[in-house]
C-alpha cells in the first residue's frame, strides 16, 4: 500500500503558475510510476504528466507540453507538477497517481487504468 498525499493547488489568472506537489509514503515500491492526472466537470480523468523512475523520461499529454513540468525528489518520494502559461481550460482538479511499475503502464504511462493509487486531489482554477 502507497499513501498520496497532495498540496500545492489554488486560484490563478490566465498566464499565471503554480506548482503542485505529491508525497508518496507507505511501500513505495508499489509508487515507481507517479505522476498527475486532471479531471473538469463533467469530463473524464486525463493523464497530465507521468514519470517512471529509472526508466524513462516524464511524459505529457499533448495538451501540456511546453508548459508543464514534471521532476521529482526520490529522497523524499515527491513529484512535483511545475504549471506555467496557465489557461482556463486547465481548470479541474489535479490527482497525483502512483502504480508498481510493468510493461502495461510502461506502454500506456497516461491511462488511468495503470494505476492503483490515487491521492484525494487539489483543486487548480484558472480564470481568464
Known amino acids: 500500500q502507497v499513501q498520496l498525499v497532495e498540496s500545492g493547488g489554488g486560484s490563478v489568472q490566465a498566464g499565471g503558475s503554480l506548482r503542485l506537489s505529491c508525497t508518496a509514503s507507505?511501500?513505495?515500491?508499489?509508487?515507481?510510476?507517479m505522476g498527475w492526472f486532471r479531471q473538469a466537470p463533467g469530463k473524464e480523468r486525463e493523464g497530465v504528466a507521468i514519470?517512471?523512475?529509472?526508466?524513462?523520461?516524464?511524459y505529457y499529454a499533448d495538451s501540456v507540453k511546453g508548459r508543464f513540468t514534471l521532476s521529482q525528489d526520490n529522497a523524499k518520494n515527491t513529484v512535483y507538477l511545475q504549471m506555467n502559461s496557465l489557461k482556463p481550460e486547465d481548470t479541474a482538479m489535479y490527482y497525483c497517481?502512483?502504480?508498481?511499475?510493468?510493461?502495461?503502464?510502461?506502454?500506456?504511462?497516461?491511462?488511468?487504468?495503470?494505476?492503483?493509487?490515487w491521492g484525494q486531489g487539489t483543486q487548480v482554477t484558472v480564470s481568464s
Open positions: 497517481a502512483a502504480a508498481p511499475g510493468g510493461l502495461g503502464v510502461a506502454s500506456y504511462p497516461l491511462a488511468r487504468s495503470m494505476y492503483d493509487y
Open positions: 507507505g511501500n513505495t515500491y508499489t509508487s515507481k510510476c
Open positions: 514519470v517512471y523512475t529509472g526508466v524513462s523520461s516524464p
